[in-house]
């Protein structure tokens, strides 16, 4: 019997799965969200830990959308700090430890607080489909819950078993049960699916480690919150803790080494793939031999929590072996564990079966999100989960889809790598992998995607107003720096202190900006300002002045960048048929041939990013779409 009619319903109450059901009904769509447990909502089954690198730039983005990830960040977060600093500003990530416990209390209270989001607590095991169009669900107690779009979002929860030494338990996450029909419900459709792995160390009790011997890592002096959207005065919301740094050593290796045979992914147990740049300890000591240690983070889980997480001792070992291993690290001599770590085996999709929409191009109204895509990480999973939410609801109203290009967010990056390379181990989010880093920074992911925000219904006017206006400082700040000249007298003392070279009579700010030894700020502060330049605006707000100075340091490198965008820009616009059939191409080459069905571009410029794909195809490609 079907009953319960929604507009979408999404299933998983992980962070893709929030994301998805809170945008969706920000845009007015009633949804239903499908999880095991409402109280275990966003909850975080690795790190308690927010951003990164590249991860932080995520973040910031699905922030200026209007999403959830960054507000619960800023609410929660026990340790703020920015990373790379040391580095350009294109690599600048914020990341936050945060209270695990807390977050996902927070994460419910804001989920219950959408009028149009009910939340169901059950398991799914159908998604129901007619004439290739999807129309619902059935859940595991029989029921048929009718909709017009789902968004699956089940994590990795998918026929899960997590695996400890020799032993294995079905299971997503400690002391929580697997999601098991979906994928044979997909496959029957024709969906091919895979295995993935990934892992968690073991938990330590606080109280049991000797942090006297252990190098301590602060949080930073004065921390900047995620959210563009959070009252910096109130910041940070909680009190403040420290981390602290240990190391393995060839003794704790050797202790290692003697549960291999009994290592679920040395003896055959476990056959997904796992996150190459996250290894387990075990991973580490054998790709790794040479090395003498490895580099262990010891990280609190909460302000009233009395576990540690270690971060970079992922494992799977027997427990026992766990527990050895570590009362040879210092500090953890006579450490307690609370759980040993465990490895996840679960089921995914490979992404080559979704479109740059997350919308799968099997079944219509049928969204793929998070890590069922095969990625890793809560950010990675967030993006998706708030694309597919907003394309969803954008489906349903009749609506022009939203898809971000690579050189307007790390977001359109994302998604443009798992439509066109796929994957078959966990995605994982670098900045390396953006080709346009330098114009895609985190500072400024209000300034490239708010507006967007606004026009979705997600941010709200007042908001990206204050966007706006400092859009206007801005620009105002570079013409007035590259008008206003100082004379040599007035400033060659402040230079020769600086160490920069003095100059013969005067000199622009703008040029003297672009000094790497000197900061506008200073540069402002100084005798000899013409009154006829206003840069007031300018000092009294330190986000524009902090963009107006990158903005000059890196204007060179800034326009061959947006040249380089210019001219792939047709490319990227010139849309390519989903329907089109490349085998009937046959100018095109064998492999190119294979690889164009497989993956289906809707565009010139994807297709061109397709590996196996030459310049002499996409010029066959070219000429047969003209024709």
């Known amino acids: 019997m079907r009953n319960n009619s929604f507009d979408i319903i999404v299933i998983g109450g992980g962070h893709a799965g929030i994301e998805a059901a809170a945008s969706a009904s920000r845009m007015g769509c009633t949804v239903v969200l499908m999880t095991m447990d409402r109280n275990a909502l966003a909850r975080m089954s690795c790190n308690p830990a927010i951003g990164g690198t590249a991860k932080g730039h995520l973040v910031r983005e699905v922030d200026a959308l209007g999403g959830l990830m960054g507000k619960i960040a800023d609410e929660t977060g026990i340790q703020f700090r920015m990373l790379n600093k040391s580095k350009g500003p294109a690599v600048w990530s914020p990341r936050c430890q945060s209270d695990r416990k807390l977050y996902s209390e ?274 990675e999973a967030a993006a998706q989960g708030l694309m597919a939410g907003i394309n969803a609801a954008l489906k349903i109203q009749g609506r022009k889809e939203f898809v971000l290009k690579r050189s307007e967010a790390y977001i359109g990056v994302l998604i443009d790598d798992l439509v066109t390379k796929s994957t078959d181990e966990p995605y994982r989010m670098f900045t390396s992998r953006a080709e346009h880093r330098l114009l895609l920074r985190q500072d400024n992911a209000d300034r490239r995607l708010m507006n967007y925000g606004q026009e979705l219904g997600l941010v709200n006017f007042q908001d990206a107003q204050i966007v706006q206006d400092r859009e206007a400082k801005i620009f105002k700040g570079i013409t007035a720096c590259k008008s206003q000249k100082l004379n040599a007298k007035k400033i060659n003392n402040f230079l020769e202190s600086k160490g920069s070279s003095i100059i013969d009579s005067t000199e622009t700010i703008a040029n003297l900006c672009r000094r790497p030894e000197l900061s506008l700020s200073e540069i402002l502060k100084l005798d000899g300002l013409s009154e006829h330049v206003d840069i007031s605006p300018l000092i009294e707000d330190e986000l524009a002045m902090r963009q107006v100075e990158i903005d000059l340091k890196y204007e060179g490198y800034l326009k061959r960048q947006e040249e380089m965008i210019a001219k792939m820009e047709k490319y990227e616009d010139h849309y390519i048929p989903l329907t089109l059939n490349y085998l009937e191409v046959k100018a095109l080459s064998t492999e190119s041939r294979e690889k164009l069905q497989k993956f289906k571009p809707r565009s010139i410029g994807q297709a061109s990013r397709l590996p196996g794909v030459t310049p002499s195809d996409i010029s066959v490609l070219l000429i047969y779409l003209k024709r």
């Open 106 to 379: 927070v994460a419910v209270e804001l989920i219950s607080s959408f009028e149009n989001i009910t939340v169901i607590e059950n398991s799914i095991v159908e998604i129901l489909i007619e004439n290739n169009v999807v129309v619902g669900v059935r859940t595991g107690s029989g029921e048929e819950i009718v909709a017009r779009a789902a968004i699956l979002s089940a994590g990795t929860f998918m026929n899960a078993i997590m695996h400890t030494g020799l032993n294995a338990t079905n299971g997503g996450r400690f002391g929580e049960k697997p999601s098991v029909g979906i994928t044979e419900s997909l496959v029957n459709l024709g969906f091919i699916s895979g295995r993935l792995k990934t892992g968690t160390p073991p938990r330590l009790k606080k109280s049991s480690i000797n942090f006297n011997t252990l190098e301590e890592q602060p949080g930073d002096t004065n921390p900047k919150p995620f959210s563009h959207f959070t009252d910096p005065v109130n910041f940070p919301a909680l009190s403040q803790v420290s981390c602290h740094i240990t190391y393995t050593d060839s003794n704790v290796h050797k202790v290692l080494e003697k549960g291999f045979d009994r290592s679920p992914m040395f003896t055959g147990l476990i056959n997904g793939v796992g996150p190459r740049y996250c290894p387990s300890i075990e991973d580490k000591v054998v790709r790794f031999s040479d090395r003498e240690k490895h580099q262990l983070f010891l990280e609190p889980e909460g302000l009233e929590s009395d576990q540690i997480y270690v971060n970079g001792f992922s494992t799977s070992l027997p427990a026992e072996i766990q527990l050895e291993a570590l009362h040879k690290i210092k500090g953890l001599e006579e450490v307690e564990m609370v759980r040993p770590g465990y490895a996840v085996e679960y089921d995914f999709f490979p992404p080559h079966q979704v479109d740059s929409t997350l919308e799968t191009k099997l079944i219509k109204g049928l969204y793929f999100a998070g890590q069922i895509n095969g990625t890793s990480g809560y950010e």
